[in-house]
């Protein structure tokens, strides 16, 4: 089973130069991905959304349409699953009858939405998956997936409070998403990883606060009663930070805790806004992997790739005091 | 307004109640006539693909009524409820509680396929018959009960699945699902027919002979139609009643079955919303809310009509808020229609 997993900046070069990815895999199919391809066509692109009403996602959208609207072959059609594993394959399998030329999709569930993925790729239609996977093996069930790493994320974060925000250490606390979810636990876990570079942090305190503002601000309140020398918390999510955000200001200590978030999503409730305006110290981006999603499209559809890195993971970027403003105003 | 009272009014207003009204049977069969017209907007606003019409293509058929299958299961057994005025709440929860159920019991019990199949299908009549009971014994608003209802059967399928959704596997061995089961998630006569959709099919046929041909069906619509009236005349109304929120549970449970079988997996958040899309393809379907008179027919096609709209809407790539827009608009033509009939027949309300 070949497996190529590559860092986003550097795929696409790779992909353009056929020959060396063809020597990379040992070439078992010469041929393009696609029947259809070349610069001159028109391609449909159906995007296949887990569920409009988070607000990630509808920022996966935005920055999905964004990319897309720059290529002009391209045509990009998104439906809402709206939760529903029901509705996600029936959007599925529309996409299928249409005979759209490549699929997207964020699956809301993995194995429910198994069975749609593999009917899209048996039609030939080449499937990436954006964020989430389904159940099987990239290359072989779905063509590949993009999307972002937890662990690393929250490391990123971690490393910062070590070397920059707190290099003389310091008592930290972490603010932990849904406890049964994998990302809450990756997050929480690169964070720790993180702050190891500096032996002065101390991290003193940890509680689950579900992703939701409400429990972060009843938690983190608790945590500065108990440990009223916290210099920094690490939220999971933006939507946290700011309820932590809250709770610094009830016990009057804006100026002593540092706030870091996690998704970076931009818009007046997003953590880009709360960095450039000095609530937080910083924020480390969940990448939406859309631009990465539509670069592919392009090396499959207008480059006829004969084939493209199975798993790419999208670095983050931090959101600090240096570059928030400037990230405002795109 | 009480039973008198209507009775007289409605009197003089019928001369000749068997006369044939081409309106009365315009909206009789309102949501045959509904899907027509879908049908043929969705052939004229079809996208086309070397000369063949997509909303035709027998693949884009198939995915219709697969789409549409838990739902239309669920609307079929709403039906008998609604006739007898009442309403159920309860069985989008029931849904998600029955797909639990089996899958926790094919993977962590072990149990075979029929025990379990017959085990799931007897808890969620049981579950409809309970609510029946409290709704008669302590004369309670159905609509209450089953609200009740349905957050009683989440918090059972919260529990019972630990807030985790339970994957199936497949094969023989412990942990593992009977393969066959899986068959619900396929397509028969050459990759065509979504097995989904036969049992939608089958519970389809089975209900409209229930209601039409026995005297069940004749003492469901007795009950709706003026409740009182039945139970002078001596039918079991209290019986009727408790009946058929236990068909709801039945129908309910049956699509947890197939929602299982179709995605591999139960889950406690699933099947939300589902009461409504139920209601809807139900009123769509020219059953009175007010009980009393409803087809089955009618239910079918409602539920097909709003899968075919939604299908329209998505080949044209019109998004998901003006589908919404679109069924509301269609619910409410659909009732206004009923109100019409009420009032030519002298009726009121």
């Known amino acids: ?330 | 307004m009480n039973d008198a009272a209507t009775a007289l009014k409605s009197a003089p207003a019928r001369p000749a109640p068997r006369r044939l009204d081409f309106f009365a049977v315009a909206v009789r069969f309102q949501s045959v006539i509904g899907l027509i017209l879908v049908a043929i907007g969705g052939v004229i606003f079809s996208p086309r693909r070397h000369g063949s019409i997509l909303f035709l293509a027998p693949d884009n058929i198939a995915n219709i009524v697969r789409a549409i299958s838990e739902t239309g299961i669920i609307a079929v057994g709403m039906t008998f409820v609604i006739i007898t005025a009442g309403i159920d709440l309860s069985v989008g929860a029931l849904l998600s509680l029955s797909s639990v159920l089996t899958a926790t019991i094919m993977t962590t019990w072990g149990w075979g396929l029929v025990p379990t199949l017959l085990f799931v299908l007897i808890c969620g009549a049981a579950f409809g018959a309970t609510q029946g009971v409290i709704s008669t014994k302590f004369r309670l608003e159905p609509f209450i009960v089953t609200l009740a209802g349905l957050q009683t059967a989440r918090g059972l399928a919260l529990v019972i699945s630990g807030n985790q959704y339970i994957n199936i596997s497949y094969g023989d061995g412990p942990g593992l699902a009977p393969p066959i089961f899986s068959v619900l998630g396929d397509r028969l006569f050459n990759n065509t027919v979504p097995v989904a959709t036969l049992v939608f099919v089958v519970v389809a046929i089975v209900a409209t002979f229930v209601l039409n041909l026995t005297r069940f069906g004749r003492y469901v619509f007795a009950v709706g139609g003026n409740e009182r009236a039945a139970r002078l005349s001596g039918m079991p109304v209290t019986l009727v009643k408790i009946s058929v929120y236990a068909i709801t549970g039945l129908v309910s449970a049956i699509a947890g079955v197939v929602h299982a079988g179709q995605f591999n997996f139960g889950s406690a958040n699933d099947g939300t919303g589902y009461e409504l899309t139920a209601i809807a393809a139900v009123v769509i379907g020219g059953t009175s809310l007010f009980g009393g008179s409803g087809s089955m027919i009618g239910t079918v096609a409602g539920a097909v009509m709003l899968g075919a709209l939604a299908n329209v809407l998505q080949l044209n790539n019109i998004n998901a808020a003006l589908q919404l827009l679109a069924t509301g608009a269609i619910i409410v033509l659909a009732a206004v229609l009923q109100s019409l009939v009420r009032r030519r027949e002298g009726l009121g309300r």
């Open chain 1, 1 to 330: 089973m070949r497996r190529l997993e590559i860092r986003s900046k550097l795929w696409p070069f790779l992909a353009l130069s056929a020959g060396a990815a063809a020597l990379t895999a040992g070439a078992a199919q010469a041929a393009p991905l696609v029947k259809e391809c070349g610069k001159n066509g028109q391609y449909v692109i159906g995007f296949s959304q887990a569920n409009n009403a988070e607000p990630y996602r509808q920022h996966v959208n935005d920055e999905l349409t964004a990319a897309a609207k720059k290529v002009p072959q391209f045509t990009l059609q998104i439906a809402d699953g709206a939760g529903n594993v029901n509705t996600q394959t029936s959007q599925m399998d529309n996409f299928v009858t249409q005979k759209v030329d490549l699929i997207l999709i964020s699956p809301f569930e993995a194995s429910p939405l198994t069975p749609a993925v593999a009917r899209a790729m048996k039609a030939g239609i080449p499937v990436i998956e954006l964020d989430r996977k389904t159940v099987g093996e990239p290359g072989k069930d779905y063509t590949a997936f993009i999307g972002g790493d937890n662990f690393k994320i929250a490391e990123e974060a971690g490393k910062y409070v070590a070397g920059k925000l707190l290099p003389d250490g310091g008592e930290v606390a972490v603010l932990e998403g849904l406890p049964s979810s994998t990302p809450a636990v990756e997050r929480l876990n690169g964070f720790k990883a993180g702050v190891k570079d500096n032996p002065k942090i101390e991290v003193v305190a940890e509680q689950a606060a579900d992703w939701l503002p409400d429990k972060a601000q009843t938690a983190f309140a608790a945590m500065l009663q108990a440990h009223p020398n916290i210099k920094a918390v690490y939220a999971s999510n933006d939507m946290m930070a700011a309820g932590a955000r809250l709770a610094a200001k009830g016990a009057g200590k804006v100026d002593q805790v540092k706030i870091l978030g996690t998704d970076g999503l931009p818009g007046p409730a997003g953590g880009i806004r709360a960095v450039a305006e000095g609530e937080w110290a910083a924020t480390f981006t969940y990448p939406t992997g859309g631009p990465e999603a539509i670069e592919m499209a392009k090396a499959i559809l207008l480059d006829c790739a004969e084939q493209v890195p199975t798993v790419v993971t999208v670095p983050t970027t931090a959101i600090t005091p240096d570059n928030a403003k400037q990230l405002m105003g795109n």
